[in-house]
């Protein structure tokens, strides 16, 4: 029984390029988070996704940044033209949804490096 | 706006040296509280979660504890492997959302 399953695990990109964050939640989870951590820093919040549906993007830059959960396949997110500042770990979690205080599953995250 | 904070920022101690760890949490009506264990390079991995203020939870080591403001992390004669970063998370009752505190590093010395 997999875990959540992030790919690719390390991702160097060039300033304007574009990077692209794939994420495989727990089989049965149609809940998926994702976070942004910088070094020596907490999880900070980006979007939590249903299947095909935004539930809320709060945490998500206006710009450049994207996210999808489509019926078929991972979750994506999207970062277009990135900037130095963009570097950093992007953790994907998933949850069975709910009523009642479900427990996030972590995938092992992926790093991206904005040369 | 849900708040977590922690302290301490970052926690020396030496093996069989026993102390607590501090989530201090403001939250429109609390769903549950989450602690997770974070080792360098790897993502958070689920310790526990509380519901409600009194509730304990014991794992190995560890112990977790929960009043209406804050929660505790107890560690009884730590390790050198429960040497990670212990993160603290909230969920409220209007929406699914998690918010996590910024960590406490703990490091113990054999």
């Known amino acids: 029984n997999a875990g959540v399953m992030q790919n690719p695990r390390h991702l160097v990109r060039r300033r304007g390029q574009e990077a692209r964050l794939r994420c495989s939640p727990v089989k049965g989870h149609s809940h998926v988070y994702w976070y942004r951590q910088l070094p020596e820093e907490g999880l900070k919040f980006m979007v939590y996704l249903q299947k095909e549906n935004i539930i809320d993007e709060s945490g998500m830059p206006k710009e450049r940044f994207s996210a999808e959960f489509p019926k078929e396949g991972p979750s994506i997110l999207r970062i277009q033209q990135v900037v130095r500042g963009d570097s950093a770990a992007y953790f994907c979690?998933?949850?069975?949804?709910?009523?009642?205080?479900?427990?996030?599953?972590f995938g092992a995250g992926s790093r991206l490096t904005v040369l | 706006e849900d708040q977590v904070t922690q302290s301490p920022e970052a926690l020396r101690l030496q093996e069989g040296e026993s102390s607590s760890l501090n989530c201090s949490y403001t939250?429109?009506?609390?769903?549950?509280l989450f602690w997770y264990r974070q080792d360098p390079g790897k993502g958070p991995e689920f310790l526990f979660t509380?519901?409600?203020a009194g509730e304990e939870k014991e794992k190995e080591r560890l112990k977790a504890t929960l009043t209406k403001k804050e929660s505790f992390l107890h560690i009884t004669a730590p390790k050198p492997e429960d040497s990670a970063t212990y993160l603290c998370?909230?969920?409220?009752?209007?929406?699914?959302?998690?918010?996590f505190g910024p960590g406490t590093r703990l490091s113990v010395l054999p």
């Open positions: 979690a998933s949850s069975p949804g709910g009523t009642g205080a479900n427990v996030l599953t």
């Open positions: 998370a909230v969920s409220d009752n209007y929406g699914q959302n998690f918010v």
């Open positions: 939250v429109s009506g609390l769903r549950g």
């Open positions: 509380l519901y409600s």
